[in-house]
Structures are given as C-alpha cells and as structure tokens.
C-alpha cells in the first residue's frame, strides 16, 4: 500500500504511540498526529512533546468540547438514549465527531490516509471507519492492529521501550482507559474476569457511594426544548454545563457502571464506566418529559430508543436512518420546557420534582383524588374498559360455545 500522508488519530497513550512510530517506519512518509480535545483533562503541551519525540511532523489539537456537548451528547440525551439498558454511550457518541475533524484535517492536509488506534476486537474500529467512509470515501485506512503482529499489550510495550516510548500502563495501572465530558470508561487487566470487583483506585472521576456526603445536595436542572440549559437558575454553555454535573455527581458517588456489554463485532466484553454527569441528566430529562410529552409520543419514543442507541453504539451516527430519528426526536422536543429536581444522595440521582410553566400536561384538576367538579366523569371508564375488552369478550364467548 503506498501512501503520501497520514492522519492518525492520537491520544498520547501507549496504543497510538506504538502506532505513530510504527506508520512512520512502515510507510516512510509524514504523519501527522492529531488529538481532539473532547475534556479528557491531558496536559496538551506534553503531548504534543511527546507526539513529536515519537515521530509526528505535526501534532494538531482540535478543541471539540463544546460541539461534542451541543451536537452530540444533547441531542442524544433528547432521545433518552442508553444501550442495553445501561450505557449512555460516552465512547460510541465521541468516535464520530473525533473521525469527522480527523477527516477535516485531511482535506486541510492534504493527506490521502487516516489511521486509528482500534483494535480488530472492538468496536471503535468500526466507528470510526463507518464516519470516514460515510464523510470521504476515498481515504484509505490503515487500521494496524489488524495488519500487524503486534498483537497484545505485552508486544506493545515491549515495541515502546525498545523505542523509548514512555509506556503509561504499569501492572498497578493495567486498564485501557477513555474519557471525555461524558464518561470514563475502564477495560482490560482484572477487569477481564466478569467475576472481579474493580479497584478502588481505579475511578478517577467519583467517589464510592459509601464515602459520599451524608447529606443530600438538591440541584434544579432547567430545559428547553428537551435541551438543558441551567443549573439552579445559573445559565450555563453547554460545557460548563455538563462539567458543573460532573463535578456535582462525582462528589456524591453518581453514575458508576459495571456490565458486561455486546459488541456489534459479536463477542461479549466487560466494562466499567464513570458517567456522573450523564446519570442525572438522564433520569432529570425523563422527568420533564412526564409532564409535557403526550403519552403517545413518549412511548413512540420509547419504542424507538433502543434501536436509535443501537445505532450510535455500532457507529451509525452518519447514517440516513439516524439523520432521520433524530430529526424526529428533536420534533418532539418542542414542547419539553421546564425544569426539575433532583436529589444526589450516595450514589443516587433522586427525582423529587417537575414542573412547566408553560407546557406541562398534568391537569391536577383532573388527576385528584378530591372532588374534581365535575372536571372528568368517572362513568365514561366503564365503556372505555368495555370496548377495551370487547376481543377478549368475543374470544371467551367462543371457547364457552366449544365447551
């Protein structure tokens, strides 16, 4: 394969630091070394030192944290979308706008090759790959670890130190890590057995729910339009935003997750996530939405979640049927306007109140338990219950008439 320049997506770590010297030996041609700042909290200095002690001709950063809120993490919360039940999906969000910059660079660049840290197990490779051929097919790709035979950590770093690449993973630190404004997430080391507990030291961004405050610490979260905007009445941009959660979440021990997961390449794997800021904003969207979502939409929306974050987790941000969906969702966000509180409390994000001034569909007239005044005539259920019933009524008709 002959190519004239590279991009590689590069995050300073041992993976992409073994990669960038690796394509660098392989293809003799200038690579370029780029790092999206999407608040993974990296001194950027040192890694830019360090991209181009390895063999960068360049290192750009691309600071993409405010779009990765706004264009990316909110408009999946709108969609109150978690996989499998419980992943909010902090890596499967970042891949595709990581990849659309990386293909951005390329263009500016002009390089004829992108290249990525992935490995041929998981699902990263296939993120990122979908958005660069969704974005420019004509880039090539190099995808090393399914063409090399540097095929385990062990080679890895043993390729580093005989190149003296500083290698970040030590036997106390085993774990490949990822974060961003959304989420941290953990793999490898003990964590490979789905039987052991994590450690500890390993959480970086809460603290254990048993060592959480004592007292609770209640927040009222503002929406428009399904988006949240502020923070007890403090409007915030959208990363400030999301870091004030963060911040109130890991210090009252929010928003860890251990599951073992389904990859769209067919294994199962093991991961655990920090996800504080986005476990409120979770539960505090699906609040507003009980009161000014109309009961069908809000279950279409239910219906239509699960295979939404299906998408984005098997790297489908860019495709039509996506684009489509969240055309959709948003649509049914214009009337989610009000605000919610919540209550952290030792691991929990408490929902205790939701209230609209504008939009809100419960009608405390109708739903009391008091005299309402006449506001709904309760003898209106029994037809509603009888038409409800009337297939099950003919069918129990028919097996009494057969005996």
């Known amino acids: 394969m002959s190519v004239e320049k590279i991009v590689l997506a590069y995050s300073g770590g041992l993976d992409t630091s073994v990669i960038l010297k690796w394509l660098a030996n392989e293809y003799g041609c200038p690579v370029i070394a780029y790092c999206a700042d999407i608040g993974q909290k990296e001194d950027w200095d040192k890694v830019r030192a360090k991209g181009m002690a ?6 750009i950063v691309s600071d993409l944290r405010e779009e990765f809120v706004r264009d990316y993490i909110f408009p999946a919360f709108r969609a109150n979308a978690i996989y499998e039940g419980s992943y909010l999906l902090g890596t499967s969000l970042a891949r595709p706008l990581i990849a659309r ?3 951005r660079i390329a263009a500016e660049e002009n390089a004829d090759a992108v290249s ?4 041929g197990k998981g699902n990263d490779q296939v993120r990122f790959e979908l958005s660069y051929l969704a974005l420019n097919p004509k880039l090539t790709i190099i995808a090393p670890w399914r063409i090399w035979d540097l095929n385990s950590r062990q080679k890895l770093v043993a390729y580093a130190r005989e ?3 500083p290698v970040p993973v030590t036997k106390k630190n085993p774990y490949s890590s ?5 989420h941290i997430s953990f793999e490898g080391g003990i964590l490979e057995d789905p039987w052991n507990e994590p450690d ?3 959480f970086k961004l809460t603290v254990s729910p048993e060592r959480a405050p004592d007292t609770p610490t209640y927040i009222e979260i503002d929406f428009a339009q399904g988006t949240p905007v502020a923070i007890d009445g403090e409007r915030l941009a959208p990363v400030a935003l999301m870091t004030r959660l963060n911040d109130l979440g890991g210090a009252n021990g929010i928003g860890r997750l251990d599951m073992v997961e389904n990859r769209f390449v067919g294994m199962k794997s093991r991961g655990v996530y920090e996800t504080p800021g986005g476990t409120i904003l979770h539960r505090a969207r699906r609040a507003i939405e009980s009161i000014t979502l109309d009961r069908e939409v809000a279950h279409l929306k239910d219906d239509l979640m699960p295979r939404y974050a299906s998408m984005i987790y098997n790297g489908y941000w860019w495709s039509p049927e996506r684009l489509a969906l969240q055309a959709l969702i948003d649509h049914t966000q214009q009337n989610v306007n009000g605000w919610v509180r919540v209550k952290l ?9 939701r209230d609209s001034k504008t939009d809100s569909l419960f009608d405390s007239t109708i739903a009391t338990f008091e005299d309402d005044g006449g506001a709904y005539d309760q003898k209106d259920a029994g037809g509603f219950i009888k038409l409800n019933a009337l297939r099950m009524r003919i069918a129990a008709n028919l097996k009494a008439r057969k005996g």
């Open 54 to 59: 390895t063999g960068a001709d360049k290192v």
């Open 101 to 103: 910059e990386q293909v």
């Open 116 to 119: 990525h840290g992935a490995t």
């Open 163 to 165: 190149h003296d690449i």
């Open 178 to 182: 990822d974060e961003n404004l959304l």
């Open 200 to 202: 500890e030291e390993m």
């Open 345 to 353: 409390y030792k691991g929990n994000a408490i929902v205790t109140g």
